[in-house]
């Protein structure tokens, strides 16, 4: 069984759409007869093609928004197209900044529910039912939506494996957006993007972890190092984030990114159930750790029971003679 139609907000960064968008069409080719996407900006031709080779039919764009903060017209355009009878059954969009502020606009403007932090979502009896893991990723509960539509779901990224569908190139269409009143009156003046190097941290085929066991700030250097030699980009423990040897966008677990790369190297990180929330689907898990009973060494593939200060310098080396 499922829906009729779904829309999925979709998230451009960088002139790219985001791989979680990617994620959402892949799913909700599964969930409904028709997919569709809701855009905000002028620009939409230029990720239709993008956005149609995974699955939606059409692109309904709102137009420039002039430095809008982006839930609010994104909202008040859907809300208003539920009210004239012409929206979807269920409205997916991705837990991130963006797609928190439109999702929870949206219930509001309509009163209905919605369930966050979904790592699955499946059909049952004409509505949606979300998989959310709870007490730290422990366990995995179902919530089923039962008032009227649409229904609105937060999913978690690397919930699902992005796939081409093949499909051609999406129509594009006018979302009109309607009066904002007061609620226009915030706007976003600037931006400031954090500096980076080397790959996106949730986008990366190969990602290296630092923990507590580093002992100091300055040993995440040897983190940095490594991920620097592989290719691959640095993550992190919520401990040391907390501690501040590094920013929060480097975090990696339940309260931060999650991530699949095909490697995952965890460096002096015990494996608290809220870290391996975040890295668990990695395909190749390696850990070093100078504790043999450390929960990382549970879900490793390779395990290396070794002080990460001696072994990640050597492993560096080796690196570089090669």
Same mark, same amino acid.
């Given at each position: 069984?499922?829906?009729? #139609?779904?829309?999925?907000?979709?998230?451009?960064?960088?002139?790219?759409?985001? %791989?979680?968008?990617?994620?959402?069409?892949? /799913?909700?080719?599964?969930?409904?007869?028709?997919?569709?996407?809701?855009?905000?900006?002028?620009?939409?031709?230029?990720?239709?093609?993008?956005?149609?080779?995974?699955? !939606?039919?059409?692109?309904?764009?709102?137009?420039?928004?002039?430095?809008?903060?982006?839930?609010?017209?994104?909202?008040?355009?859907?809300?208003?197209?539920?009210?004239?009878?012409?929206?979807?059954?269920?409205?997916? !969009?991705?837990?991130?900044?963006?797609?928190?502020?439109?999702?929870?606009?949206?219930?509001?403007?309509?009163?209905?529910?919605?369930?966050?932090?979904?790592?699955?979502?499946?059909?049952?009896?004409?509505? @949606?039912?979300?998989?959310?893991?709870?007490?730290?990723?422990?366990?995995?509960?179902?919530?089923?939506? #039962?008032?009227?539509?649409?229904?609105?779901? @937060?999913?978690?990224?690397?919930?699902?494996?992005?796939?081409?569908?093949?499909?051609?190139?999406?129509?594009?269409?006018?979302?009109?957006?309607?009066?904002?009143?007061?609620?226009?009156? !915030?706007?976003? %003046?600037?931006?400031?993007?954090?500096?980076?190097?080397?790959?996106?941290?949730?986008?990366?085929? @190969?990602?290296?972890?630092?923990?507590?066991?580093?002992?100091?700030?300055?040993?995440?250097? $040897?983190?940095?190092?490594?991920?620097?030699?592989?290719?691959?980009?640095?993550?992190?423990?919520?401990?040391?984030?907390?501690?501040?040897?590094?920013?929060?966008?480097?975090?990696?677990?339940? #309260?931060?990114?999650?991530?699949?790369?095909?490697?995952?190297?965890?460096?002096?990180?015990?494996?608290? #159930?809220?870290?391996?929330?975040?890295?668990?689907?990695? /395909?190749?898990?390696?850990?070093?750790?100078?504790?043999?009973?450390?929960?990382?060494?549970?879900?490793?593939? $390779?395990?290396?029971?070794?002080?990460?200060?001696?072994?990640?310098?050597? $492993?560096?080396?080796?690196?570089? %003679?090669?």
């Amino acid at each position: 069984m499922t829906l009729d #139609t779904i829309w999925v907000y979709a998230e451009v960064v960088d002139g790219e759409v985001s %791989s979680t968008t990617l994620e959402l069409l892949t /799913k909700a080719r599964d969930l409904a007869d028709t997919v569709a996407c809701v855009y905000a900006g002028d620009d939409a031709d230029d990720v239709a093609e993008t956005l149609g080779s995974y699955g !939606a039919e059409t692109v309904y764009a709102t137009g420039d928004l002039e430095g809008a903060l982006v839930g609010v017209p994104v909202a008040a355009a859907i809300a208003a197209a539920v009210e004239a009878g012409d929206g979807p059954d269920a409205v997916l !969009a991705a837990t991130t900044y963006d797609g928190r502020d439109v999702a929870a606009r949206l219930a509001v403007k309509l009163d209905r529910t919605v369930i966050t932090n979904c790592v699955d979502v499946e059909v049952d009896d004409d509505t @949606l039912v979300g998989t959310e893991p709870i007490f730290g990723g422990a366990t995995d509960i179902k919530t089923k939506l #039962t008032g009227e539509g649409p229904y609105i779901v @937060l999913i978690r990224p690397k919930s699902f494996a992005a796939e081409s569908s093949d499909g051609g190139e999406a129509d594009v269409e006018d979302l009109d957006v309607p009066d904002l009143g007061s609620s226009a009156g !915030a706007i976003v %003046s600037d931006r400031f993007v954090e500096e980076s190097e080397g790959p996106k941290l949730d986008e990366a085929d @190969l990602v290296v972890s630092g923990g507590r066991g580093l002992g100091e700030a300055d040993k995440f250097a $040897l983190v940095a190092d490594l991920a620097k030699s592989l290719g691959g980009a640095a993550g992190a423990s919520r401990a040391i984030v907390d501690a501040g040897w590094v920013p929060y966008s480097q975090q990696v677990g339940q #309260t931060g990114k999650v991530v699949k790369p095909n490697v995952y190297i965890a460096c002096g990180i015990s494996g608290a #159930t809220q870290h391996l929330v975040g890295m668990k689907g990695s /395909k190749n898990i390696i850990a070093i750790n100078k504790d043999p009973e450390a929960p990382i060494f549970g879900v490793a593939d $390779l395990g290396i029971v070794g002080d990460v200060h001696k072994v990640m310098p050597l $492993l560096i080396e080796a690196l570089a %003679s090669r």
